[in-house]
């Protein structure tokens, strides 16, 4: 079954406790980003990667760190949590379909810093 | 840059009533448009997309309409069901190197028997 899948799918941690959010995913798709979903404010894209060692900046990357070092993962890293990064985190990975690209997105991980 | 906006919910609807949940856009160019639904406790799923001006997506009873001229994308249904019960994004996809979709703030819309 093609799937995004995420770990942990909850988590409660301290300020400053470094923490890292898993995403792997089983379709050999080349792209895969990090969003944040917050109340009022839709999905918000942390971080993207194109392809295995080339990540990006998406609009609010402050505060994290990601990596891509295999084509199916894609984790994400808070080195020091702050509780403004309380929130839903959900990752993606994509493929192109003629002129766009689709999005299939992991079931997310909630994160309380505290 | 590109901003996406939709009604606020929460919608309630009775079974079988009409919905449509207003979309408008702000971007440059000509983005592809998306909607995605969210049922509790899940991740996102596309339900419907479009790519140019006047293009109708449609899935599963529900349709938008890619307007240019209004820069609109708003999502319809005939007769909703309490299954359809969900929180909906709709969300644009501009020339940008990373796939970004840029996302409204989500409806809720909660459908009573």
């Known amino acids: 079954e093609a799937q995004v899948t995420q770990n942990p799918r909850y988590l409660i941690t301290v300020t400053g406790k470094k923490l890292t959010v898993t995403c792997s995913q089983n379709?050999?798709?080349?792209?895969m980003s990090w969003y944040r979903q917050d109340p009022g404010l839709g999905l918000r894209q942390i971080y993207y990667?194109?392809?295995?060692?080339?990540?990006d900046k998406g609009d609010v990357p402050e505060g994290y760190k990601v990596s891509r070092k295999e084509k199916r993962n894609f984790p994400l890293i808070l080195e020091s949590p702050s509780p403004n990064q309380t929130s839903l985190y959900f990752c993606?990975?994509?493929?192109?379909?003629?002129?766009?690209?689709?999005?299939?997105f992991g079931p997310g991980t909630r994160l309380t810093v505290t | 840059g590109d901003s996406v906006t939709q009604m606020e919910g929460p919608v309630t609807l009775s079974e079988e009533a009409f919905l449509t949940i207003n979309c408008t856009y702000t971007?440059?160019?000509?983005?592809?448009l998306f909607w995605y639904v969210q049922y509790p406790g899940e991740g996102l799923q596309l339900l419907l997309k479009?790519?140019?001006?006047?293009d109708k997506g449609s899935n599963k009873g529900f349709e938008a309409t890619y307007r240019k001229e209004t820069t609109s994308f708003h999502l319809e249904k005939g007769s909703v069901q309490v299954s359809d019960s969900a929180v909906y994004f709709c969300?644009?996809?501009?020339?940008?190197?990373?796939?970004?979709?840029?996302f409204g703030g989500g409806t809720r819309l909660m459908v009573k028997p």
């Open positions: 969300a644009l996809s501009g020339n940008n190197a990373g796939n970004m979709l840029t």
């Open positions: 993606a990975s994509s493929f192109q379909v003629g002129e766009t690209y689709e999005q299939y």
């Open positions: 971007a440059t160019g000509y983005p592809s």
């Open positions: 990667s194109m392809n295995v060692e080339v990540t």
């Open positions: 379709m050999n798709h080349e792209y």
């Open positions: 479009a790519t140019k001006a006047d």
